[in-house]
Structures are given as C-alpha cells and as structure tokens.
T-cell receptor
C-alpha cells in the first residue's frame, strides 16, 4: 500500500531551467508534507515543507505547491543548478495525536540530474 | 551544534546474527525515529521512541526492537538477521507533536552475508 508515490524515477534538466518534481498521496489524513534531498552516502537533508492549510510555500529557489483536492504536490526548483543533482524524496505526515508527526511516509524518490 | 549522529557507518554481519545500531539525536530534540531504506526505495518507517517508550511502529517484525535512553539517544536492535535486512538504516530526530522537519543522520549501511 504505497500511500505516497513519486511516479517519475528520474528527471533530467538543463542548468538554469526549471525542475518540477511531482508527488501524489492517497491518505487524506496527511496534513504536513516535506521534501528531502539525498546525496549518495549521506542521510536525507530537509529542503522545504508545507502544511495542508497552505497551497504554496517558497524558500529561495525552491517552491512547493499543494493541491489537496487532487492529493498532489510538486517541488519547483528555479533556476536549476548542477549541485541540485541528487535524489529527491517527497514525505508526508499525519497529525492525529501528539506523537504522529515524527512518522514520515516517503515516496520512492526521483533522481534529478542537472546538466551544465 | 552536532546534528544527528549514527554509529557505526558500515557493518557486515552473518545471517542469524544480531546487530545493534546507535543514534544520538540533534541537540534539543526529544523524539527518535528509525527508518530502513532498501536500494532504490524510499525510507520505510520502523518505529518511533519518545520518553523512552515505543510510540509508533511500522510494518516490521518483532525481530526489530529498540530502546531510548534518558539522554534521548537510541538503539535499534535486529535479531536473527536475514539477507533481506541488508539496507541503509537511518535515524531521524524531531520534537514530539510539532509540525517541523525531522533531521536525519548519515545512516548505517548494514550488509548481511
């Protein structure tokens, strides 16, 4: 039962262009969403998050969009840089009960390659 | 400020053996969660510890157990190792009940032969 899905295993973009990574979820109880970036031999690094009460959150070159009716979120990276090349994971959390936010449900990841 | 630290970084064990992995959370965090990441997959939630008790558990067998100490550090124990337990084991720390990001350690790469 894959509650969080990233249907694109890989994405290749040119430096300076926009990278758009997509994520779909099925559990309507999820109310907090996060994107993590992961380099080989390192743990995931937090990028940006969004609460279900918002539909957009920006942080520098990174913007996350949430469409609750479609149960879909996306991460936009503008402009893309070669250093952004990594695996990107979408994750979701449900807040029912005080302990729940620590449990993250991850997608399978998308490998982003930014070409110079 | 040290982030989340895990030890060891790499480990090779034989089928049937037992293993213990260790994690120190980020300063100020009170909750530790453990994840298993198989090759080509996203991390899968194993369990979460808060106030020295297991609070939530994912779909993992009882061979996987854990512990949290008064200083918030944690251990993950896996008994009767199987070849399929070979994976990257990640520890994440966070604050209980807060809508904030979890911080991850670099992981322990476990290979079962």
């Amino acid at each position: 039962d894959q509650q969080v899905k990233q249907n694109s295993p890989s994405l290749s973009v040119q430096e300076g262009r926009i990278s758009i990574l997509n994520c779909d979820y099925t559990n309507s109880m999820f109310d907090y969403f996060l994107w993590y970036k992961k380099y080989p031999a390192e743990g995931p690094t937090f990028l940006i998050s969004i609460s279900s009460i918002k539909d957009k959150n920006e942080d520098g070159r990174f913007t996350v969009f949430l469409n609750k009716s479609a149960k879909h979120l996306s991460l936009h990276i503008v402009p893309s840089q070669p250093g952004d090349s990594a695996v990107y994971f979408c994750a979701a959390s449900a807040g029912a009960g005080g302990t729940s936010y620590g449990k993250l449900t991850f997608g399978q990841g998308t490998i982003l390659t930014v070409h110079p | 400020d040290a982030g989340v630290t895990q030890s060891p970084t790499h480990l090779i064990k034989t089928r049937g053996q037992q293993v213990t992995l260790r994690c120190s959370p980020k300063s100020g965090h009170d909750t530790v969660s453990w994840y298993q990441q198989a090759l080509g997959q996203g991390p899968q939630f194993i369990f979460q510890y808060y106030e020295e008790e297991e609070r939530q558990r994912g779909n993992f067998p009882d061979r996987f157990s854990g512990h949290q100490f008064p200083n918030y550090s944690s251990e993950l124990n896996v008994n009767a190792l199987l070849l399929g337990d070979s994976a990257l084991y990640l520890c994440a720390s966070s604050l209980i009940g807060r809508k904030t990001e979890a911080f991850f350690g670099q992981g322990t790469r476990l290979t079962v032969v």
